[in-house]
């Protein structure tokens, strides 16, 4: 069973557009959820978490994400998008001890 | 700290060869992990290991083998190389499968099985 669903596998949006990635999770108790980026021909690194306390987390280059339980979502944004913000984005989900990977989405950053 | 150093970076092998990923960390973490990514379908966990002389099976574990003889070390092998282990593998630690710090990750190494 799919514990983490990110919707939509490639994102466009222009230089200064809202950046949207959605992210699901199914899980039977409060989990720790991860967003991670990842540049070409890099490792992934940690863009911002969820583990307990404000649903609204800030990360790394004026991301953030919001911890929903009642939609089981952990959505990422960012409110004006830059070139460098090209990447591919992965949600990510702690269960039964193990960090669970969505399959990414690819975000397109167009001039 | 140089955190998690994986070698090689590229490697490109015979079908039916063998060899072994290397994985090392300095930064005392019990758990060590083996993902394999592919296109579209995200991060694989492999193998992890909850401390030295303890491993267990992810969620894709045919065909590789691990060992953890130290704290530091965790090799990944391969042993019968096929192509459909053409993939880009990275080892991560942590200090405990829930840390809230979240996982180290490598760089990666990019195998090609031709």
């Not at chain 1, 200064?16 to 070409?40: D, E, H, I, K």
């Not at chain 2, 590229?10 to 060590?32: A, E, P, V, W």
């Amino acid at each position: 069973a799919q514990s983490v669903t990110q919707l939509g596998s490639h994102v466009s949006v222009s230089e200064g557009a809202l950046v949207l990635l959605r992210c699901n999770y199914s899980s039977s108790v409060p989990p720790y959820l991860f967003w991670y980026v990842q540049y070409p021909n890099q490792g992934l690194q940690l863009l911002l978490k969820y583990t307990t306390g404000a649903t609204l987390v800030k990360g790394i280059n004026g991301f953030e994400a919001e911890f929903k339980k009642s939609e089981t979502s952990f959505h990422l944004t960012k409110p004006s998008a830059h070139m460098s913000d090209a990447a591919e984005y992965f949600c990510a989900v702690i269960i039964t001890n193990k960090l669970i990977f969505g399959t990414g989405t690819l975000l397109a950053v167009q001039p | 700290n140089a955190g998690v150093t994986q070698t090689p970076k590229f490697r490109i092998l015979k079908i039916g060869q063998s060899m072994t990923l290397q994985c090392t960390q300095d930064m005392n973490h019990n758990y060590m992990y083996w993902y394999r990514q592919d296109p579209g379908m995200g991060l694989k966990l492999i193998y992890y290991s909850v401390g030295a002389g303890i491993t267990d099976k992810g969620e894709v574990p045919n065909g590789y083998n691990v060992s953890r003889s130290t704290t530091e070390d965790f090799p990944l092998r391969l042993e019968l190389a096929a192509p459909s282990q053409t993939s880009v593998y990275f080892c991560a630690s942590s200090y405990w499968p829930g840390d809230e710090l979240g996982y180290t990750f490598g760089s990666g190494t990019r195998l090609t099985v031709v």
